[in-house]
DNA sequence: CTTGATTTACGTTTCAGTCAAGTAATCTAA
DNA sequence: TTAGATTACTTGACTGAAACGTAAATCAAG
């Protein structure tokens, strides 16, 4: 038998094993290049070659670019996404649980040129959609519904008022990092709690 | 005297005249696919068969495809600035006068397909900064500027509350277009509404 | 020595940018 | 009125570079 420790182990096929290594170094080099270059900018002889892989093995493993990608950006998000603990809302103040929930949100929590891949998915939204697909899927929804949750949760613990349309505040308040990368170029450390303290006086409970 | 009726005319050049009608084409043209394909997935050859020209004409009066979607951004964004009437705040209530102004400043009061050019600009700020460059002076910059305005104007009547952050509340509300996009796939005709609505008790001077 | 992973080398397509030859429009001068 | 000069536009073709996708050769692991 070649089974190992978990008994139900598939016998390992026959032939030269793949690196186990590849797969990891080539997601990352896409999700590199995309922020950099773009969708279509973006050639896989430079993801092979970030990847210290030649071309060929990429095709071996992903049918083309798209597929690539889409791979890339799925394998990504998933891991940010489960790299978030849940906020403890117990023992502060409800505007520095915002604050806190907000700074979350940012963009530059991921990857550094992530404005720069937003605005790549954006770009493809009419020749490739399931890369927004996906973005809104694994990155944008897991993020709104858990500022929305916090929202919430201070809502039935009556410190923001009963009246809040969770929906808009929260769309307002990550909107503002869209707009501070366009009117700047860059995401400054300070916005969330600044957009917070705006907006404090609408949605907290007087 | 070959002059017109407005005295100092220059002569006119020899030769044949260039069609006045083909740079309005083909800058269209370039908004149209920039728009839908992207900076680097757009072609000259596409260009030039949407505005019905040939290729060649278009190498004449532009050097490149840099150039050419530079000056095409330039035009379109001086344009659409160019045709925004200044606001009437007399006579209408501070929240209707916020709610106008903020839907004015819509992406989609431009081009239809705003979103995915503002996606390509975005895409392309590492390989063509000046895309981005144009977009904020001509695009973004006067219409924040503009919205800013407006709310200082109402503070100055005694409307809003005279301890806001007018330039976070600014991004705040610009920003909710691009995070409603962002989650849904389109801008909502009542967003603007909405988003003020929502934001109204953190502004208004009680 | 068989099997599959990986690489080196190749063919094809696409597109930017250029060029040459022919046609069209406008001005000037005879 | 007409002939020539000058510039704009079209058609068609060409070059070179980039990049996709593949086929043949090579390499590890049983």
Redesign the interface.
Request: charged fraction near 25%; charge should be negative; glycine fraction near 10%.
């Given at each position: 038998m070649t089974e190992g420790v978990e008994g139900t182990r598939q016998a390992r096929p026959p032939g030269r094993p793949r690196d186990p290594g590849i797969e990891d170094m080539v997601m990352r080099a896409v999700i590199g290049r995309l922020a950099?270059?773009?969708?279509?900018?973006m050639t896989i002889a430079d993801i092979a070659a970030d990847a210290g892989v030649s071309r060929p093995t990429i095709y071996r493993r992903w049918p083309g670019k798209r597929d690539l990608v889409i791979a890339a950006l799925d394998l990504s998000f998933r891991r940010e996404q489960a790299s978030l603990p849940p906020l403890d809302l117990d023992g502060v103040p409800a505007i520095d649980a915002v604050k806190a929930e907000l700074r979350r949100l940012s963009p530059n929590n991921g990857e550094r040129?992530a404005?720069?891949l937003?605005?790549?998915?954006?770009?493809?939204?009419?020749?490739t959609p399931e890369l927004?697909h996906i973005?809104?899927e694994h990155a944008?929804?897991p993020r709104?519904r858990r500022l929305m949750e916090t929202l919430q949760e201070l809502q039935w613990r009556r410190r923001l008022?009963s009246d809040?349309?969770i929906d808009?505040?929260s769309?307002?308040?990550?909107?503002?990092?869209?707009?501070?990368y366009?009117?700047t170029?860059e995401i400054h450390a300070d916005?969330a709690d600044?957009?917070v303290?705006?907006?404090?006086?609408?949605?907290s409970a007087e």
């Open positions: 950099v270059d773009g969708y279509s900018r040129r404005v720069g937003i605005g790549s998915v954006l770009a493809e939204d009419t020749h927004i973005f809104r944008i929804e709104m008022r809040l349309d808009q505040i769309t307002l308040l990550y909107g503002c990092y869209f707009a501070d366009i009117r170029g916005l600044r957009a303290d705006a907006l404090w006086p609408a949605i």
